[in-house]
């Protein structure tokens, strides 16, 4: 069994910076420390919330039972052939060190998604992605631990029902699993994707006609660390709302009222729109409520400057749902999870 530490403080496991405290907490390194540790959670009856990076989650409670840290670390090569490498990463492993240790390698796919904050294990659970890359398009596979049955299984890509920011990880099996370790089948023949945000114009600055996957994913630092506060410097967790997609007439009858709303057209028909743009014409951008607000630089970011509290920072969020639902007749939704 790992070591127990009683009372302990939360405010280092999450970005946000948030003091909370947990009865128990537990880190596990491997898959029989995870079993243990959840057995031991049953003998208790206690309800364990999983944690990796914290960079994705609002504590909204002083006080938590228990709860385990994932430190499942490890990053191999399974297989190759001329066109494609498959790569294993344990779910505790910083999803950034991965993508800068693929780089490195030549193995491209995942170089849109630099620094994006959190662990691997909540890469696949949140389909994160960025700059007109999703991880299911690189995902291979998943290996976790069924919380019920303590047996470990695979999923397949498909077996994830990826959608826009969710997985069957945030619907029908949340809190039913425990997610080990990720399989990414990367390219090593590289397709790069400048189209989407700055990134071409970012290259184009630097003189770069041809990019790599490395100068790819230096633009996307760049560009990242520009808009995003550093969470070492300013608690947050990174976009704290999904950008909503509306349909097509929804988006012309809008598109009239506000002729400079951005958009981007989808596969299926409908439209995306930036949740950071509704929110900063909701007069939102830089709005400070004592020791909570949005960051004076992307109005999509929700900050704590020091003392804030969780329920103070779901307040806020909530109040601004309601504003953009009112002004613009659509609903963003958190992409943090709230607890």
Known sequence: MPNILKQAPLKKYNTFGIESVAQQLIEVTNNQEIKEAIEWAIDKDLEPIFLGGGSNVLFTQHVYPLVIINRVT??????????????????????????????????????????????????????????????????????????????????????????????????????????????????????????YGAIADVLAQEGISNPTIKQVSDAVIQIRASKLPNPAEIGNAGSFFKNPVIGVDHFVDLKKKYPNMPSYAQPDGQVKVPAGWLIEQCGWKGSKEGEIGVHKNQALVLVNYGQGTGHEIKDLAMRIKTSVNKKFNIEIIPEVNII
């Not at 060190?97 to 630099?114: A, D, F, P, R, T």
């Not at 303590?150 to 920011?165: G, M």
């Open 74 to 195: 490890g990053i191999k090569k399974l297989d190759e052939d001329e066109d494609f490498v498959w790569v294993e990463a344990g779910a505790g492993e910083v999803w950034h060190n991965l993508v800068l240790y693929c780089i490195k390698m030549g193995w491209g796919g995942v170089e849109n998604l630099s620094l994006i904050p959190g662990t691997v294990g909540a890469a696949p659970m949140q389909n994160i992605g960025a700059y007109g890359v999703e991880i299911k398009e690189v995902f291979e596979s998943l290996e976790a631990i069924n919380l019920a049955s303590l047996e470990e299984e695979k999923f397949t890509n498909s077996d994830c029902e990826f959608a826009y920011r969710e997985s069957i990880f945030k619907k029908d099996l949340k809190g039913k699993y425990f997610i080990t370790s990720i399989v990414l089948k990367l390219m090593k023949k590289h397709k790069v994707n400048i189209s």
